[in-house]
């Protein structure tokens, strides 16, 4: 079963329009999954994870609902048939 990366409209047109990528590959954790992604959309990678690695502190990522930052980061494991939402934080406002 494909991966499925929700994408959000902020992050659209790095994905070429697309609001959903489907990843037919093997990833056994949330960072092999994101390689995957990046593999087809390098623009991403920047505004998700640091140079380092590290996942951007805007950037929320979750797994089947559960925000990976409180199941193990981007090594947390996944499973066949997943889907993960990349959410950028929202500020701001009157």
Do not use: C, Q
């Amino acid at each position: 079963m494909p991966i499925i990366v929700a994408i959000p409209g902020a992050l659209r047109e790095l994905a070429g329009g697309r609001s959903e990528v489907r990843l037919e590959g093997r990833a056994g954790s949330v960072k092999e999954a994101l390689a995957l992604l990046w593999a087809e959309y390098p623009a991403i990678r920047d505004r998700v994870v640091t140079e380092r690695g590290a996942l951007r502190p805007h950037i929320n990522v979750f797994v089947d609902g559960e925000n990976v930052r409180y199941s193990g980061g981007l090594d947390a494991p996944i499973g066949d048939g997943v889907e993960i939402l990349l959410l950028p934080a929202i500020s701001g406002g009157a």
